[in-house]
């Protein structure tokens, strides 16, 4: 597979503010590409870039090896074969489902607009609706005929920002999957830009983690949520607490756990103080084990409850329990702790 898009250290800003902060990224073509961070991070302005709607002041970008962005040539977002759904949907209101769907085709016959636009609504599961109007339709709908008329363009690439954010929870997750579907089927490389990480984790193939415009890891929702690879991102990612440790070997910490042996060696004097990434699933319930915390919070998720264990050390746990497991608060729990990834870092100075 090779890659379609290439960011290459493209830096964005407005004014004498840096948007975005010397960010490379390659995207294989056929994949579902998600840029994750916390508001402001940049996500936006780096989908703008990759449409044409912002300058860029340093890098390239390129698609399938044409230059579409430099500081000094920008190819006109209209020539770019690009696809883009927004979060307000942006549907014509005075225009039908169907005209909506065909806005880019102006150059194709009746016939064939029909025909593409029957095609796609099928796609996007709103057959028979082609002659209402946006405001006969529910949110969901409005970005389902949103798709339709991004994909109608036949586009290398779609771009879609905070597609789903509007939308309720279950249909949010159902629509988020069903557009994976659809680009798969098509063969169409997608970038997803969202803070939520659930949506992330669910539908991409690679993340890009972004803080403050700069890139902190390029990883799958694994690597992310396994091997984060600084502070921000282990904390930005998934659920955990850190734990104080001490380096006893270049590869292994001891903490109130016990000695958690790692899989690399940290470059670091011996006896160095390190924060130890715990995650609720390290964290598993067995009565016969000598460690113990009494239950401060509890949070009842369904198929798993997530405890807030205080250790008599004063720290703080969070563990997975399955739901079966069912502790009130206060009451002392026994767990053992099954660390697969020593994740450490050093504390942080601030
Ligand atoms: P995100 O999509 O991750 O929320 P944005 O790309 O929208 O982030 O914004 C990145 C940074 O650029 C933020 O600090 C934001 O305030 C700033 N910014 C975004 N758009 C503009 C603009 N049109 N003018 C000035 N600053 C902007």
């Known amino acids: 597979m090779s890659h379609l898009l290439e960011l290459d250290n493209i830096v964005c800003r407005y004014g004498d503010q840096t948007a975005v902060d010397g960010l490379s990224l390659r995207v294989r073509e056929g994949h579902l590409a998600c840029l994750l961070g916390p508001s402001g991070c940049g996500k936006s ?18 698609l399938d090896g044409r230059t579409l962005s430099t500081p000094t040539h920008s190819l006109a977002p209209e020539k770019r074969q690009l696809g883009m759904v927004f979060q307000d949907y942006a549907l014509f209101p005075h225009m039908n489902v169907q005209q909506n769907i065909c806005f880019g085709l102006k150059k194709h016959s009746r016939r064939d607009r029909q025909r593409i636009s029957e095609e796609l609504l099928a796609t996007v599961g709103l057959e028979g609706l082609a002659q209402r109007y946006p405001h006969e339709l529910s949110g969901g709908q409005q970005q389902r005929v949103a798709l339709a008329r991004a994909l109608a363009v036949r586009p290398r690439l779609i771009l879609m920002d905070e597609p789903f954010s509007n939308l309720d929870v279950d249909l949010r997750e159902r629509l988020s999957l069903e557009v994976k579907q659809i680009l798969a089927e098509q063969g169409i490389t997608g970038i997803l830009v969202t803070h939520d990480q659930s949506e992330a984790f669910a539908v991409s193939d690679m993340i890009a983690v972004l803080n403050a415009g700069k890139l902190q890891q390029w990883d799958t929702a694994f690597g992310l949520y396994h091997d984060p690879c600084n502070r921000f991102v282990a904390d930005f990612i998934g659920k955990g607490v850190f734990l104080r440790g001490r380096l006893v070997t270049p590869d292994s910490v001891e903490t109130e756990l016990g000695i958690i042996q790692g899989d690399r060696a940290y470059d670091l004097p011996l006896n160095s103080t390190l924060d130890v990434l715990v995650r609720p699933d390290d964290i598993l319930p067995d009565a016969d084990s000598p460690l113990s915390g009494v239950v401060i919070h509890k949070a009842f998720k369904g198929s798993e409850i997530i405890y807030t264990l205080q250790l008599d050390t004063g720290s703080r746990l ?15 729990v026994h767990f053992r702790s099954d660390i697969q990834h020593l994740i450490a870092f050093p504390p942080k100075t601030d």
């Not at 990759?50 to 340093?58: D, F, S, T």
């Not at 969070?318 to 002392?332: N, V």
């Open 318 to 332: 969070l563990s997975s329990f399955p739901s079966h497991h069912d502790h009130a608060m206060g009451e002392r």
């Open 45 to 62: 302005t780096i989908l703008r870039a990759i449409a044409g709607l912002e300058p860029i002041y340093q890098g390239s970008i390129k």
